[in-house]
């Protein structure tokens, strides 16, 4: 009889023991509680990466006090992970999801590889691909795949036969076929030429030109999943809602408002993995409802919003595993400079200067954060040093007073979306701006409006949230001709060819220090050039598990943490 | 009487027809890109323009709104152009949980809004009318949202305790765990209402108490319970029932916030996210079934009042 079936009085009866245990905590947890503390709203996406898996911690991350596996400790089989987040699902559509559905597409589907620049340290780990090589053109990369890559289990008349090559350029295919508005379009277009399928186990691609991330787009688990090529031709529709893949996981429930709960799939590859029973995932209205479930034990890790609640929370409960790590998620204000003042250099700079990064820093991230250039302090190598970035944008409210004098500006608008998380910035933004003499009138916007004039451009100028860019060339992709996407939508109207070329150069050089020096070379430029998007910083971010969550490593806030859940197991009696 | 409801049930759809009206256009002017949200940051114009229409946003209002209209009296809801996932689907998973929710509330309201509202009449200044009278300016000052969050935060940070805050219990199969889920949120979504009623039971009793007839039951040597309960009770709730019948149609509204802060998978949620995510087919189903129930729960109100009152008829 499974746990289904039985009774509720039957139920009733096995639960005494668990209510017992229940107030017996609650005494503890009585004694060693802390201050409450400010939690607020904000949208979760894959910003803190807290659900990530696999052995290596990102570069930076610090403090784990997890009894983490060691050779003497075999995993253990069974049990469940239970994670949460705020937001929505937003369904499943594997190429074109925003929204915490993407934890799902990672688990589910394969990708050829799994790597990030963001951990240079963990290397190139092979999924789909057992090896892969760049040719000696530096454009050609051949994958060779795994022959016993075996779709899942499904109602939807898939059959479970090997996942191959087809299935890998049917992927492509889909992916760079514009009228499809997939999340990976902007780079496939930007820099992939061709790729085809010699034989069922080698997928080769050739890009462009060289470039230099070619192994994280395709890890990108926004970007780039593989799915069979019948499934595929299901449609957009059937793909949004539910998965057919190969990957470690395969659906058990999809619940809109609610989560999904995952469990292995009986076809996969890796024998023994994964090794819990179920991968579950919470969703929670906010971040207070998140937070309260992990401490009534309803969950197995959280991310807090900064240092000090992490140091509540672990003062609160012994023996949590705390993780924190550079984040690649920012915030920035984006200028549209066909609209006045912002055609005028000397209102952006002025701007620039007038922004006092510190107090960010201090009043949002708690004292915990960088502040950024055009490229987050994440990327170590490609950021400007800190010292440099405090010359090219210093907080001069004096000297920002007197250029927005020069330039006849005493106040301006700007949008922003009325996102709960955003409060804070409108309110120091504003201030900021009001002591280097302009008053900036604030507009808020519901985010649906407030995303539709942003993307047709026609917003006057707005607090942009949630920047997040896996590679550094992304992330300057705002200052190039045509903006983010380069069709002119998102864009500030910048353009400026020498920046353009800046650009590519970076993007096409491989050999690391070179290409360090080029993103460094190229943000200097575009300090002369007084660009329309500017980054205020980077803040840190942090996660708690519980002890028994085994093999939680911690891979900040890059776009690979899902695909390694398989690596977690539950150390339970 | 029959030709008095006949002529409410006229009125009401005329009622439920303007409505739809104003959300179908509210919706639309209220500006925002549907297509644009849910396609994400990278959809091609093309990819905008085939969504479009797909759900048939590129037709003129009207055309739109007949469709609307066609699909809702043929109980074809559609799906969520968000999820993707049926209206019906999510609506009948959804329903129970804003119905129980709404019905704990008025259960609490009920039960204690009016005897205590009789105590603190019978007993006028006394430490038990005090009592009620500050806990009615409590109920009635503080905000939900802000009660909420404290009690779901101190148990949680205090003893490691919440509510089940993300399964959907059923009060057949778990009845222990889904008073453990909706007691809490039925009682605080209650504090505003029970206050009120309290309020208005006292001041009703206060004035009936007064009453002739009252004073005739007492010389007559009735039981003071009888006195208070049969006499001046009955006669005090008229304008008590009116201002349920009100309260339960505002819940679903209500509960928006309360359902969140819950993570409870109801209505309330439901249409929240819709209209953030301009989620059209959803938040006009949505909003027109919240329209409903709103008239209807004040048909039936005033139905009751002939049963409550015999001196009121209707013709």
């Given at each position: 009889m499974t746990r289904e079936e039985k009774s509720y009085w039957e139920r009733t009866a096995m639960r005494s023991l668990g209510r017992r245990r229940l107030l017996g905590g609650a005494a503890l947890a009585g004694a060693g509680a802390a201050a409450f503390g400010l939690v607020g709203c904000g949208d979760d996406d894959d910003d803190n990466g807290g659900n990530g898996g696999g052995d290596t911690p990102v570069p930076g991350a610090t403090g784990t006090t997890a009894p983490q596996a060691t050779p003497t400790m075999a995993p253990k089989k069974g049990g469940a992970f239970t994670v949460g987040g705020t937001g929505t699902i937003g369904g499943v559509a594997p190429f074109s999801s925003n929204y915490g559905g993407v934890r799902a597409i990672a688990s589910c589907y394969n990708y050829?590889?799994?790597?990030?620049?963001?951990?240079?340290?963990?290397?190139?780990?092979?999924?789909?691909?057992?090896?892969?090589?760049?040719?000696?053109?530096?454009?050609?990369?051949?994958?060779?795949?795994?022959?016993?890559?075996?779709?899942?289990?499904?109602?939807?008349?898939i059959a479970e036969r090997p996942l191959d090559a087809d299935d890998v350029k049917a992927s492509f295919d889909y992916i760079a076929d514009k009228a499809n508005g997939t999340n990976g379009y902007a780079p496939f277009a930007q820099y992939f030429d061709k790729w085809d399928a010699?034989?069922?186990?080698?997928?080769?691609?050739?890009?462009?030109?060289?470039?230099?991330?070619?192994?994280?787009v395709i890890s990108n688990n926004l970007y780039t999943p593989i799915l069979p090529k019948e499934w595929i031709a299901k449609g957009a529709a059937q793909l949004k809602t539910d998965i057919v893949g190969a990957g470690a996981f395969m659906v058990k429930s999809i619940t809109e408002g609610q989560g999904w709960e995952l469990v292995p799939n009986p076809n996969y590859w890796e024998k023994g993995k994964p090794y819990v029973d179920a991968h579950v995932y919470k969703l929670?209205?906010?971040?207070?409802?998140?937070?309260?479930?992990?401490?009534?034990?309803?969950?197995?890790?959280?991310?807090?919003q900064n240092a000090d609640e992490m140091k509540e929370l672990v003062k609160a409960e012994k023996g949590l595993s705390q993780f924190s790590g550079p984040s690649i998620s920012y915030n920035s204000f984006w200028m549209n400079i066909k609209q006045k003042p912002w055609d005028d250099p000397r209102v952006r700079r002025a701007v620039n200067m007038a922004i006092n990064r510190k107090e960010y820093i201090d009043l949002i991230g708690r004292g915990s954060g960088e502040p950024i250039g055009p490229i987050t302090y994440a990327f170590e190598a490609e950021a400007l040093p800190d010292d440099e970035l405090a010359k090219l944008q210093p907080f001069d409210a004096g000297g920002a007073k007197k250029l927005f004098q020069e330039a006849g500006v005493s106040e301006f608008k700007f949008q922003h979306p009325t996102a709960s998380n955003i409060a804070d910035y409108v309110t120091i933004f504003v201030r900021q701006m009001q002591a280097a003499g302009v008053t900036a009138k604030a507009e808020p916007l519901d985010a649906g409006t407030w995303y539709g004039q942003y993307q047709n451009s026609s917003l006057t100028a707005s607090l942009s949230l949630n920047q997040q860019y896996n590679t550094p060339d992304l992330a300057v992709t705002w200052y190039r001709t045509g903006g983010i996407t380069g069709n002119d939508r998102f864009s500030t109207g910048f353009s400026d060819p020498e920046v353009d070329a800046a650009i590519d150069k970076a993007a096409s050089t491989l050999d690391a220090k070179e290409r360090a020096k080029a993103y460094h070379d190229l943000q200097r430029l575009l300090y002369k050039k007084d660009p329309a998007f500017i980054n205020f910083f980077g803040l840190r971010s942090q996660s708690v598990a519980r002890p028994h969550v085994m093999n939680y490593p911690y891979y900040g806030a890059t776009n690979i943490n899902y695909q390694l859940n398989k690596n977690v197991w539950i150390n339970k009696a | 009487m029959t030709r008095y409801i006949i002529r409410r049930l006229a009125l009401a759809a005329l009622i439920l027809w303007v409505v739809s009206v104003a959300v179908f256009l509210l919706l639309r002017v209220a500006g925002g890109d549907p297509v644009i949200i849910q396609q994400?940051?990278?959809?091609?114009?093309?990819?905008?323009?085939?969504?479009?229409?797909?759900?048939?946003?590129?037709?003129?209002?009207?055309?739109?709104?007949?469709?609307?209209?066609?699909?809702?009296?043929?109980?074809?809801?559609?799906?969520?152009?968000f999820t993707g996932v049926a209206i019906t689907e999510e609506f009948r998973a959804r329903l129970p949980v804003s119905f129980q929710l709404m019905l704990m509330t008025m259960a609490w309201t009920i039960l204690l809004g009016i005897p205590f509202g009789v105590i603190s009449a019978v007993r006028r200044n006394s430490a038990p009318d005090y009592g009620v009278r500050v806990f009615a300016v409590f109920g009635l000052s503080v905000p939900a949202f802000w009660v909420a969050t404290l009690v779901l935060m101190i148990p949680a940070e205090q003893w490691g305790y919440a509510p089940p805050l993300n399964k959907t219990t059923s009060i057949f199969s778990e009845p222990w765990e889904n008073i453990r889920q909706l007691g809490p949120p039925s009682l605080v979504l209650a504090l505003a209402p029970m206050a009120s009623v309290m309020r208005l039971t006292r001041s009703q009793m206060l004035e009936v108490l007064r009453a002739d007839y009252v004073r005739t039951a007492r010389a007559k040597g009735l039981n003071e319970r009888v006195v208070v309960i049969r006499h001046a009770l009955r006669n005090s709730l008229v304008p008590v029932i009116t201002v349920l019948g009100l309260q339960f149609s505002g819940l679903l509204g209500g509960s928006v916030i309360i359902e969140s802060i819950f993570n409870l998978r109801g209505l309330g949620q439901y249409i929240f996210a819709a209209i953030l995510q301009k989620d059209f087919a959803v938040a006009q189903t949505l909003v027109m079934f919240t329209a409903g129930t709103a008239v209807l729960s004040i048909l039936v109100i005033d139905i009751l009042y002939v049963f409550l009152d015999p001196r009121i008829k209707y013709t």
């Open positions: 050829l590889i799994v790597n990030s620049v963001l951990a240079p340290k963990m290397g190139v780990i092979y999924d789909l691909a057992t090896e892969h090589k760049a040719e000696a053109d530096n454009i050609t990369w051949v994958f060779k795949l795994r022959a016993d890559a075996k779709i899942a289990p499904n109602k939807f008349g010699p034989d069922k186990q080698t997928f080769r691609l050739i890009t462009k030109k060289p470039y230099a991330y070619t192994e994280s929670f209205a906010d971040q207070v409802t998140w937070r309260t479930a992990f401490q009534a034990q309803q969950i197995d890790s959280y991310d807090p | 994400g940051f990278n959809a091609t114009p093309e990819r905008i323009a085939a969504v479009h229409k797909e759900l048939h946003l590129d037709e003129p209002y009207y055309q739109q709104y007949a469709r609307w209209m066609k699909d809702m009296l043929t109980f074809d809801l559609g799906r969520s152009s």
